[in-house]
């Protein structure tokens, strides 16, 4: 069993560890359905940006998966999952490349940065809260760097933020709009309709929208953040729009 994690491992916005389990288990169960599986039994999956809570989903709830590789700048966080994880299935690598927020003091991502996974290839590659973090020059990187890693019916999921209202609530533009109207209500500000707020909104291609705080919010408008994905070997297959658990997922697959 994988509990207890130290809380200076846990980057997820929900701390409760029982909580965090049962979403990760929910994004497991949608990644197998992405790549056409009842499950991950026969599923080689690259979990860039990995975190702890994907291994303690599975670990702790014997969970099947034919393999599982993490990824991480983090690399106090790195050591920790191989000394406790004793588990065949299970593989850990630090990278150490920089990133305004994670990762400030390192060399430059580049398209020959090493994912330290030499060769190998995988069925499914996920980035849960990267490429949120990422800029356009190294949201194109990563994506280059990614596709050799992909075997050729394979699937890519990543999330992004997309600058775009949503019916549910959960995209970060819907959070924000949150934020403006309560503070004009504190204001006694009186406002047009949310609509026609909305109208007045044009997304700008990237928007770093904290410059206080880099790359915490890496805001796309929908345009911009598909585009980039031309020429890098890729195919958009969808766009799945912002949950509880996750911002807006792009599914590709390798052309």
Same mark, same amino acid.
């Given at each position: 069993?994988? !509990?207890?994690?130290?809380?200076?491992? $846990?980057?997820?916005?929900?701390?409760?560890?029982? *909580?965090?389990? #049962?979403? #990760?288990?929910?994004?497991?169960e949608e990644l197998a359905a992405l790549a056409g599986r009842p499950d991950l039994a026969d599923v080689d999956l690259l979990d860039?940006?990995?975190?702890?809570?994907?291994?303690?989903?599975? /670990?702790?709830?014997? @969970?099947?998966? #034919?393999?599982?590789?993490?990824?991480?700048?983090?690399?106090?966080? $790195?050591?920790?999952?191989?000394?406790?994880?004793?588990?065949?299935?299970?593989?850990?690598?630090?990278?150490?490349?920089?990133?305004?927020?994670?990762?400030?003091? #390192?060399?430059?991502?580049?398209?020959?940065?090493? @994912?330290?996974?030499?060769?190998?290839?995988?069925?499914?590659?996920? @980035?849960?809260?990267?490429?949120?973090?990422?800029?356009?020059?190294?949201? /194109?990187?990563?994506?280059?760097?990614?596709?050799? =890693?992909?075997?050729?019916?394979?699937?890519?999921?990543?999330?992004?933020?997309?600058?775009?209202?949503?019916?549910?609530? &959960?995209? @970060? !533009?819907?959070?924000?709009?949150?934020?403006?109207?309560?503070?004009?209500?504190?204001?006694?500000?009186?406002?047009?309709?949310?609509?026609?707020? =909305?109208?007045? &909104?044009?997304?700008?291609?990237?928007?770093? *929208?904290?410059?206080? =705080?880099?790359?915490?919010?890496?805001?796309?408008?929908?345009? &911009?953040?598909?585009?980039?994905?031309?020429?890098?070997?890729?195919?958009?297959?969808?766009?799945?729009?912002?949950?509880?658990? &996750?911002?807006?997922?792009?599914?590709?697959?390798?052309?």
């Amino acid at each position: 069993m994988l !509990t207890k994690i130290p809380p200076r491992f $846990i980057r997820s916005a929900v701390t409760d560890e029982d *909580a965090t389990v #049962a979403g #990760a288990i929910e994004l497991l169960e949608e990644l197998a359905a992405l790549a056409g599986r009842p499950d991950l039994a026969d599923v080689d999956l690259l979990d860039v940006g990995c975190g702890v809570k994907f291994t303690q989903a599975i /670990v702790n709830n014997g @969970l099947a998966i #034919a393999s599982y590789t993490g990824v991480d700048v983090f690399a106090d966080m $790195i050591d920790y999952l191989r000394v406790h994880v004793d588990d065949p299935r299970f593989t850990y690598r630090r990278i150490d490349v920089r990133n305004e927020l994670y990762n400030p003091v #390192a060399p430059p991502f580049t398209v020959d940065t090493d @994912l330290g996974v030499g060769d190998r290839t995988f069925d499914l590659i996920c @980035l849960y809260s990267v490429f949120t973090h990422l800029d356009p020059t190294d949201y /194109v990187t990563m994506l280059q760097v990614l596709r050799p =890693r992909v075997r050729p019916e394979g699937r890519l999921a990543f999330t992004v933020f997309l600058d775009e209202p949503t019916e549910g609530g &959960h995209s @970060l !533009t819907d959070f924000f709009e949150r934020m403006y109207l309560e503070q004009a209500v504190r204001d006694g500000e009186e406002l047009p309709p949310i609509e026609e707020l =909305r109208a007045q &909104h044009t997304p700008v291609p990237f928007l770093d *929208a904290d410059p206080t =705080r880099p790359l915490t919010w890496a805001l796309y408008s929908r345009e &911009h953040a598909l585009e980039l994905i031309d020429g890098t070997g890729w195919r958009v297959d969808d766009v799945l729009l912002p949950t509880a658990l &996750h911002q807006h997922l792009v599914v590709c697959s390798p052309i």
